[in-house]
């Protein structure tokens, strides 16, 4: 079953891919959709942005709304299942496809198989890079130190460390600087920072205070979402580390105002 | 009698342990201590991986037959000459120990470190009965002077600083000679051990907790690292045993699988100190012993769980990984929690022991990090049961009103993909003008993201709108 928005391949061999931006990339940051779409593209695939790509259903599913998360998922089976690949620069947002999906939609006999498939072509964005397309090396500049901060889904659910790392180790001018604990959460958390304001900011003061100890000039990750609160609480704190999505430096576009910063 | 429940109050408690100075000093030692031992301890043994694979394979093996077991271990351990007690709710276990402690005149009863003593309010129940619980395990022995509960499983006074510990026994010690020196963390060991001597030799019912239940040979095992676990159970005429229906585990076998991953995962010790199986009473010719020893087994809820999604979670050893690995538990401990048993395994654990009504808070509380599960030495996949938890919250409507019409609206937007494009569309546009410093201190209905940090300004054009436009 393909959708009618696939612009088809062009005949040209390359894979098809579609990129799920998420929507927080979607609403606040389609800077890091358009640099997703730009590797994706240069690790010599073809990119579609379906126009009826909403969110993954993260906040439905992880606030006990199976049945909204379920019509959600759904549709971006309906949305996505016509591509080869289905890239998403989020961990969190690609584990949602890959790996819930399939448990959420087990018990639909119209869709269970459906959203294996799916999921076993959805890739969150370093990890296609590297493991799927074999990309080890980026051509970008940036001149600067960076701090990586592993974003909890991508790494514990997806395994993803050590694509990203290589990658930005990959650009020209930049210096990896490991902050003390990347793995620690942020306490971002999805709608946990907003019910559980005042621990979130507890986690979230700790983190920042471990990201400026690293000394590095900007933190990326690859999770918008964490990176917002991130950000947030950098720029609240005064601190000047600055935050971007990978995918922004990986692209060579990292020139432009980090998050949060005036347009 | 019930326990105290405190998880409604979970948000306040959580903003009353973050303001607390004491609290937030003793916490830090927990992140750091803990993880750092266990990750040495793993690192030292290659095959910790597949130990923990096998040691889930046991806890499910015996889950599955969990009735043969309880049958095959009663026989068992009465051959050993024990009594086995099947206690069905909370109220069955005080009034089986209670009538064991009457029948023999008890007055003073020591107690090894028991979280099931915790889950039933064991301690509060025997003393509305005259009988004195005495707490051995140092930190049981510090948080009973506090009239406090355990805020860690394995560490219950984990929360309480040396200088406050100081002042606790320079209250209640009041006997002793009011200069002497109690800057060393030894010094006040020595004092407590000294205080519970006499105790041990005053008690008449020793009460221990289990780690495990043998079924072949109707063992209990008990690992401690003070000693005080075996003093209790030896010293008393009669030895209580109380232990909820999962600490069932088939062979010595497979007890020694289970030890192996629970110390590393508890302390990052190889073996705790004291590692002791105690089978039946004393035998004629035995040098020690109890001449009594009852066992007795808590149901309280768990066969529902071994009958729902839960299930898994009666997997769990006891070891404390989850919580020292929780960014919510480093941020405000354990008692914050209010319901026995805290941190991710709490959070499971006691909307099944305790009510889903009392206890929404607590699944709740999670960034869903994932690193309980990651370090779980028998794979409990704790955020997925979390999450069950709050889709039974929703289905009961016990969410607040607030939130789940928030969350509707974003659904109901979600499940519309030209709605939601039109909506954004207009809500970003409608933004714009005003996030020009790229960033918000403050925005309506945004006050629990805005109070503690900055939130980047929107596009004024989606992605998806803007990729649109290029092609």
Known sequence: MSSPEIAGGKGSGRPRVGLFATCLVDLFRPETGFAAARLIEAAGCDVDVPESQTCCGQPAYNSGDREDAKAIARQVVETFEGFDYVVVPSGSCAATLSRHYPELLADDPAFARRAEALAAKTFELTAFLYDVMGITKVKARFAGSVTYHDACSGLRELSIQKQPRELLQSVEGLTLTEMTDPDVCCGFGGTFCVKYPEISNAIVTKKAATIAASGAETLVAGDLGCLMNMAGKLSRDGRKVRARHVAEVLADMGEGPAIGEAK | ?471
Request: net charge neutral; hydrophobic share 40%; charged share 25%.
């Open chain 2, 1 to 471: 009698m019930s326990l105290h429940i405190t998880s409604p109050a979970f948000k306040e408690n959580a903003v009353d342990a973050l303001a607390n100075v004491d609290l937030q000093q003793a916490l830090a030692h927990v992140e750091r201590g803990f993880i750092h031992k266990r990750q040495a301890a793993v690192d030292a043994l290659p095959e910790f991986e597949a130990l923990r694979r096998e040691a889930k394979a046991i806890k499910d093996h015996t889950l599955a037959h969990l009735d043969l077991y309880l049958e095959a271990f009663e026989e068992n351990a009465l051959k050993a000459g024990a009594e086995v007690h099947f206690a069905e709710t909370a109220e069955d276990a005080r009034q089986a120990v209670l009538e064991i402690c009457r029948r023999v005149g008890a007055k003073t009863v020591t107690k090894g470190k028991s979280m099931i003593s915790e889950e039933i309010g064991l301690n509060t129940f025997l003393e509305a009965s005259d009988i004195v619980p005495v707490e051995t395990d140092l930190g049981e022995y510090i948080i009973q002077l506090r009239g406090e509960t355990p805020s860690h499983i394995i560490a219950p006074a984990v929360h309480v600083t040396r200088s406050q510990v100081e002042a606790d026994f320079r209250r209640v010690h009041t006997h002793l000679d009011p200069e002497r020196d109690l800057t060393e963390p030894v010094s006040l060991l020595s004092e407590a051990r000294a205080a519970l001597r006499e105790k041990f030799l005053a008690a008449d019912v020793g009460i221990t907790g289990a780690n495990f239940l043998v079924v072949e040979t109707g063992s209990s095992v008990i690992v401690t690292n003070e000693g005080n676990g075996d003093l209790t159970q030896i010293l008393p005429r009669v030895h209580i045993v109380i232990a909820s229906l999962e600490k069932l585990v088939p062979n010595l076998e497979d007890v020694s699988t289970l030890l192996r991953v629970l110390a590393r995962s508890a302390t990052g010790q190889e073996m705790s100190v004291y590692t002791t199986f105690s089978t039946g009473p004393r035998r004629p010719g035995d040098p020690d012993g109890p001449e009594e020893t009852h066992i007795v087994i808590l149901d309280n809820g768990r066969s529902e769980m071994l009958a729902d999604e839960y299930r898994e979670m009666l997997r769990c050893i006891r070891c404390g990984a989850c919580m020292n690995h929780c960014p919510v538990y480093h941020a405000i401990g354990g008692h914050a929690y209010g319901a026995t048993y805290v941190g991710p395994m709490g959070a499971v654990l006691a909307p099944a022991l305790f009510g889903l009504e009392h206890t929404a808070n607590l699944p709740n509380a999670s960034t869903f990090c994932g690193r309980c599960e990651s370090v779980c030495p028998v794979g409990i996949p704790l955020p997925k049961l979390m999450r069950h938890w709050r889709e039974r919250e929703y289905e009961r409507h016990l969410k607040p009103a607030t939130e789940r019409s928030g969350l509707a609206l974003w659904a109901f937007l979600a499940r519309r993909p030209k709605l939601y494009r039109l909506a954004t569309r207009i809500g970003l546009a409608a933004l714009s003008p005003f996030g020009r410093k790229g960033r918000f201190a403050w925005l309506p209905l945004a006050g629990g993201w805005t109070r503690h940090r900055d939130l980047p300004a929107p596009a004024a054009k989606s992605f998806v709108a803007q990729w649109k436009a290029r092609s």
